[in-house]
């Protein structure tokens, strides 16, 4: 039973942080965002995909970061998003750019009954980037059962480098790193026979917030590896960073992508 608890708090820890983050997640067609979006986009071309006049399930799809873009080129995008404050921006941005071929749902991939839903064998393409929806043999089974033809996954890499987060860990007794992604996505996939393809590239995010929006991003951050956070250690840390009021940092990462054949 406290187990159980355990599991039911941490989740409830971590669907209020994404609700919160979605606040100031980054938005599809921001310039940076969109560059960096059309970059790793034009490389699943490479790959042979074809997203043309394509149906796409954007699993974990957050405020459309991919769903917008891609939807330029596809027939039909279906973005899901547990969040429902990702999902509410979203429709936002569909609404605010009068986009026809975009249907965004809130839903948790986890809990979704793919039959019931009528999503199997239903898309040309199964696409996630950056969520922690498919990550087990039978969560990567569930995505290939939604695709005719690919499965793009984009997730973390080797790399996840910030000055003032890898403090903050280290206040705590927390190692800051790359959380669990490609790597262990390719052991699972490879050890299903599959061969995907593996690329990796390295991008960077900004954040930018009050004193007090970092202070309670850096908490749910320590709470969420299971730590006790120390109000007092943090702010004196983020007294040395303020600048009138407002604190910015830099997160350096190496993300992966994987492209594979649906079966």
């Known amino acids: 039973m406290n187990a159980l608890?355990?599991?039911n708090s941490q989740q409830e820890k971590q669907n209020a942080f994404w609700e919160w983050m979605a606040l100031k997640y980054p938005l599809p067609f921001e310039e940076k965002m969109l560059d960096d979006t059309?970059?790793?986009i034009s490389l699943v071309k490479s790959k042979g995909v074809e997203i043309s006049n394509a149906s796409i399930l954007d699993i974990g799809c957050g405020t459309g970061i991919y769903t917008l873009p891609l939807a330029r080129e596809a027939a039909m995008v279906t973005g899901l998003d547990n969040s429902e404050t990702m999902i509410f921006r979203m429709k936002d941005v569909i609404a605010s750019n009068s986009v026809q071929n975009v249907q965004a749902v809130k839903?948790?991939?986890k809990e979704a009954d793919i039959s019931a839903l009528g999503f199997e064998k239903v898309f040309d393409i199964t696409w996630i980037s950056m969520s922690h929806a498919?990550?087990?043999r039978q969560d990567f089974e569930k995505?290939?059962?939604?695709?005719?033809k690919w499965c793009v996954y984009i997730?973390?890499?080797r790399k996840r480098k910030n000055v003032l987060m890898e403090e903050v860990y280290r206040l705590h007794g927390l190692h800051y790193g790359p959380p669990p992604g490609v790597d262990s996505a390719y052991d699972i996939l490879t050890g299903s026979g599959k061969s995907p393809s593996l690329d990796y590239f390295e991008t960077s995010w900004d954040w930018t917030g009050t004193t007090g929006e970092t202070l309670k991003a850096m908490v749910f951050y320590i709470e969420m590896q299971g730590g006790r956070p120390s109000i007092d250690l943090i702010e004196d840390l983020l007294a040395c960073h303020e600048q009138n009021g407002r604190i910015s940092h830099t997160t350096y990462v190496e993300e992966g992508l994987m492209v594979w054949h649906a079966e």
Do not use: F, H, Y
């Not at 995505?143 to 005719?148: D, L, Q, S, T, Y």
């Open 5 to 7: 608890c355990n599991n």
């Open 38 to 40: 059309s970059r790793i």
């Open 107 to 109: 839903l948790s991939w």
């Open 134 to 136: 498919v990550q087990t």
């Open 143 to 148: 995505m290939e059962k939604c695709a005719k």
């Open 155 to 157: 997730g973390w890499g």
